[in-house]
């Protein structure tokens, strides 16, 4: 299938041509024909699906050809992400994608100034790219007007949840107009995302791309067994004999990414550590570093990765397990993105042997394990149970590093491209540092177990309780 038959108009074809996609993703074939319909949607999909360009692409087509209303331009659709480095992602791909027409957008999140944000608001915008919190801060101040949103789009539905941010939606909800367009993506289907599907959404398209579950069966995983004390080395050895130049590596805790970082630089691997608790300045450097091929081994914490968008991702690690078997499907599915191929290894000492079983059973295989020569474990080590990141997020939200699209400000689109230095988010040059939207109570939210099923519809896995990186 081509891009053509999908209806959408020649300024957004020639943007996709742009990119250098030759044929739409699975969700943008569902996606793009239901939302071009005015339909409501219920998408379950994962970032690396395309899933941005499926609701982006449409949604840019109907604000385009419906007549701006009368009055002050004021937003017409509104995004809500989880992070500010999703919204910032998504904010970058209405630009490009919206490169070609005369909307107009901003991106609006916590933890930087507010004001260059009232006055970009104040110039008049179409689509509007927010998180939760901070929209609200900008809706009590009166600085934006919701009441003519006509799409709304939920990403990543279920990471909202996760993050406490429920509250906020509804509050948003409820100073957006009754008729309207409501678009759900969300990687998993829990009771309380369905809750929330139900309520908000009118006879909604239900659209099911192949999980990262399944996709991820195309994603080389292996898992070495290896000691708690030994992960290190084993790490630094497998970066060297393979000579990987580009690896992504996985810690539960900040402090953990950290300490990580620091000792592959002491063997000699250059490496740089994002999670919340980074400068702004320093997250962007090392993300940059990292694309740039500066730096070799990128290690993050899961919130601080999640809505990372690097092409082309060759190798991933799981230093350590995640807590929440669906992390391990986002964390592996930085690798082999948009079709290309990957490999995953997960480092798995004997404490982690429960985490494991959770992800056999969520991705519903069994993993290969290799013990490397010279790393056999010790089988009379004693399981230890696992020291949660509990606390280090405590009072900052949800940390995440990364990077935001728009270079220096918060504005995107307008018609031109200027101002970015990359089609991609990724290199902005952001000064902030704060990481929630809002000081504090969110991030109380980083332990409570999180319950519901997997978009299969298979019930969650054991340990739902999730270390805040
Ligand atoms: P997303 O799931 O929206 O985060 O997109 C993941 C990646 O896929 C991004 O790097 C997009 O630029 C890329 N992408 C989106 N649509 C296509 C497409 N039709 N063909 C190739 N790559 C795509």
């Known amino acids: 299938m081509s ?33 071009l319909a005015g339909q409501d949607v219920l998408a379950g999909a994962q970032t690396g699906t395309g899933k941005t360009a499926g609701f982006t692409l449409p ?17 017409r659709a509104l995004i809500l992400t989880p992070t500010r480095e999703l919204a ?25 100034g507010i004001n260059p944000q009232i006055a970009e608001l104040r110039r008049g915008i179409d689509i509007l790219v927010a998180t939760p919190g901070r929209l609200l801060d900008h809706v009590s101040q009166r600085t934006v007007d919701l009441r003519g949103v006509e799409i709304l789009v939920l990403d990543e539905a279920d990471r909202m949840l996760d993050m406490g941010f429920i509250h906020d939606i509804r509050k948003v909800l409820a100073v957006l107009p009754p008729q309207r367009q409501n678009l759900l993506f969300s990687a998993t289907f829990s009771d309380e995302i369905r809750t929330l599907a139900d309520k ?8 099911e791309v192949a999980r990262r579950n399944t996709a991820a069966e195309a994603i080389a995983q292996t898992v070495h ?29 900040k402090h953990g990414a950290n300490r990580l970082a620091q000792q592959l630089d002491d063997d000699g691997i250059s490496a740089a550590a994002i999670h ?16 740039a091929g500066r730096v070799k081994a990128l290690v993050a914490t899961d919130i601080a990765a999640r809505g990372l968008d690097i092409d082309q991702l060759p190798q991933v690690v799981n230093y350590e397990l995640p807590q929440v078997a669906e992390d391990y499907v986002h964390r592996i599915g930085r690798t082999g993105r948009a079709g290309n191929s990957g490999a995953a290894v997960s480092l798995v000492c004997v404490d982690e042997k429960g985490l494991l079983q959770g992800i056999e059973r969520l991705i519903k295989r069994r993993l290969d394990q290799v013990v490397v020569p010279g790393f056999e474990p010790d089988p009379s080590i004693p399981a230890e149970p696992i020291v949660r990141g509990g606390g280090q997020g405590r009072g ?62 298979r019930p969650a896995n054991g340990n739902r309780q999730r270390a805040r990186g």
């Open 88 to 112: 910032a992602q998504v904010g970058a791909s209405v630009t490009d994608y919206g490169r070609h027409l005369p909307l107009r957008g901003t991106v609006i999140f916590g933890g930087v």
């Open 200 to 207: 908000l959404l009118n006879a909604p398209v239900p659209i």
């Open 59 to 75: 949604l840019l087509h109907l604000l385009s050809q419906r007549e701006a209303p009368r009055g002050p331009r004021r937003p």
């Open 225 to 253: 067994p290896v000691d708690r004390v030994r992960k290190r080395e084993l790490l630094s050895r497998l970066i060297l004999t393979n000579d990987w130049r580009q690896v992504l590596v996985f810690t539960r805790t």
């Open 396 to 457: 900052r939200g949800n940390g995440s590093g990364g990077s935001r699209g728009a270079a220096g400000g918060n504005g995107f689109g307008g018609g031109n491209n200027t101002g970015r230095g990359s089609p991609r988010g990724g290199n902005g040059n952001g000064s902030h540092s704060g990481n929630s939207d809002r000081n504090g109570h969110r991030s109380g939210n980083g332990n409570r177990p999180r319950s519901g099923q997997s978009a299969s519809g």
């Open 276 to 291: 919340g608790n980074k400068s702004q300045t320093a997250r962007t450097k090392a993300l940059a570093d990292f694309k």
């Open 3 to 35: 891009f053509d038959s999908l209806g959408l108009r020649a300024e957004l074809l020639r943007a996709v041509a742009d990119q250098g996609y030759d044929q739409p993703t699975p969700i943008q074939q569902q996606a793009i024909p239901a939302i």
